[in-house]
Every structure is written in C-alpha cells, then in structure tokens.
C-alpha cells in the first residue's frame, strides 16, 4: 500500500487530447477544415479521477503513461489536481493520444490511440490489491485491457462501478461483478446487440437484460436512466447552455461514485452526477471543465433540488 488509504480508485487510461473546432463531423470520406489545434489532457481514467479530485475526493489512478514527455507532463498535471499517481506506471513507449473533434453544438468525435494504455495488464492492476479491497468505490472503463478491468473487479470489496466505454463484448464473468453499469444510449446497444433505443422505455427495457445489480444509463442531454430492480427513474438535467460535451460522460461517472462513496442512494447519486455533467459542458476541454463540489451544490441550490446537497459533505 501506498500510504493513505482513497475513497475511490479509478483503473483506466490516461491520454493526451488533441482538440479540434470543426464547423460539422466529418463524414467517411470527408476532408473538412478545421480550428487551431489545442493539446489537452485527457483518457477517460484520467477524467474521471479529475472530476473525483475537483469535487474534493481522496482518489488514486491506476494505470500508465510511456516514457515521453507527454507523458511526464501528463502526470504531472494529475498530480497538481490532486489526484494521487503512487500506482501510475512509466512504461517504455508513447502515452496515449486522442483527437477529438468539437462542432459549433458542442457535440464531440473522438479516435483513440491506445499508446501507453494497452500497457495496464493483470499484474500492473494487481500491484494495488491494498487499494483497490480497502476502497468504497473501484472505478472503471474499457479504453484498458479488459483482463485488466477484470482483475480490479476480482479485488473490489465494495461498490464496483464500470463505465463500458468503448463498448466492447464483455466476458460474463465481469459483468456478474459489476455493482453498477454506466453505458450511454450506444454503448447498450452494442452491450445487448440491439438496435439503438430511441424512448426511455426502450432503454429500460433493454438494461433489464443485462446481468447487473444496477444499471444507469447517461441521455447526454436528456439526462439519465436508473434502473435498480424495481425503480426505474428518469432524471432529467438542468437547462444549460452547451460549449463542448467532451468528457460529460466521464464527469457523470466520477460524480456518481463521489456521491456514492458517501453510502448515497443509488437515484441520488444519479441525480447529483446528473448536475455535475450538465456544468461540465458549459466549459471547452475535458478534465478543464471539471466543476468543483461548490459549484454543484449552488446548481443544486438554484433549482431547489436536495437539500441534503446544499448542505454539502465534509470531505
């Protein structure tokens, strides 16, 4: 072990984002022009552990960078927002990249290079067993090996939480470990070999048939879906003005388990990451538009939802 115990530990992927304003996606085939290119720091592990990190969690990032100077300055970077790096390896070789493009309603179209992340095997995991068993919250996603995932939900002893993106096949024996399920619309899909479901019926109906204590289905800006047993909850977001939706989802994933690392209900933790994403898109890039615990909970006070969340929790 590392020293302090975290509440949370994220086991996932750290990129280097190359972001691009685009006028439209572009279309297979398509040449498009394009804005001047910004490097942010990115990979959905990193993300989620920021998210976790602004809103004042004690969270740890398992994973790996390479050997080059992105990676040195990506680590650097978690460190400054608090994340702790202890069990962040340096393996030989590139980080992982990601270019994302951004069109002028903040939607997003993102291509993935793995780099240092097809680097984050069984045993790399295993390293941080003391970790891992003695956290509230494991989280983690698919941009790492999924033996690798695997083999943090084999360690977990409390709530394991997955957020199957890229969606992949996933063996059984994962998602019969799984405590709570976080895909979007498409990644259900692909999960259940179904056709995309449009109302939010067919998206309960679908997240029935997965082999999960629970599953919370993000809407983008329709919100989320709960399905736990038998409540079925649709929350709905707070009216923003969307700039990029970059790194949403992973906001939805580090608030969900910050919220459920304080033993909250799994409909109010829902409803808490549900505010934080809805302020993670009025903000360009991923990990920068990252909203604090204060800016939470006055979104929470401005709409007069949960008082349990303005009076916050001492961290």
Do not use: Y
């Not at 910004?38 to 993300?47: D, E, F, H, Q, R």
């Not at 398992?62 to 390896?89: F, K, P, W």
């Not at 879906?225 to 923003?240: F, I, S």
Request: aromatic residues 2%; hydrophobic residues 50%; proline residues 7%.
């Amino acid at each position: 072990m590392t020293g302090h115990q975290p509440d949370v530990v994220v086991v996932g992927s750290v990129n280097a984002d190359l972001r691009i304003e685009v006028d439209m996606l572009p279309r297979p085939g398509e040449t498009i022009h394009g804005g001047s290119p910004s490097w942010l720091s990115g990979g959905k592990g990193a993300n989620q552990a920021v998210a976790l990190a602004r809103l004042g969690r004690a969270v740890t990032l398992v994973g790996a960078v390479g050997s080059d100077q992105v990676s040195t300055d990506l680590a650097r970077q978690l460190a400054a927002e608090g994340v702790n790096i202890d069990r962040l390896a340096t393996v030989d070789g590139p980080a992982g990249q990601a270019v994302v493009f951004v069109d002028p309603s903040g939607e997003n179209s993102i291509v993935v290079s793995p780099g240092a992340n097809a680097a984050v095997h069984p045993d790399l995991v295993r390293r941080a067993h003391a970790e891992l068993a003695g956290a509230k919250v494991v989280l983690a996603q698919l941009e790492i090996p999924v033996d690798a995932v695997l083999a943090a939900a084999s360690a977990t002893r409390g709530a394991f939480v997955l957020n199957p993106a890229p969606a992949l096949p996933l063996p059984p024996e994962l998602l019969s470990r799984v405590d709570v399920l976080v895909p979007n619309r498409g990644e259900l899909a692909q999960l259940c070999a179904a056709a995309l479901p449009v109302t939010v019926d067919e998206v309960a109906a679908l997240a029935r048939t997965l082999p999960c204590a629970a599953v919370v289905v993000t809407l983008g800006g329709d919100g989320a879906l709960v399905v736990d047993g038998d409540t079925v909850r649709h929350l709905t977001p707070p009216a923003v003005t969307a700039v990029d939706t970059t790194g949403a989802g992973d906001c939805f994933c580090g608030a969900l388990a910050d919220a459920l690392a304080d033993g909250r209900p799994l409909v109010d933790a829902a409803e808490f990451a549900v505010r934080a994403a809805a302020l993670s898109v009025t903000a360009a890039g991923a990990q920068a538009s990252m909203p604090s615990r204060e800016q939470v909970l006055a979104l929470a006070a401005s709409t007069g939802r949960h008082a349990e969340d303005r009076m916050g929790v001492s961290k």
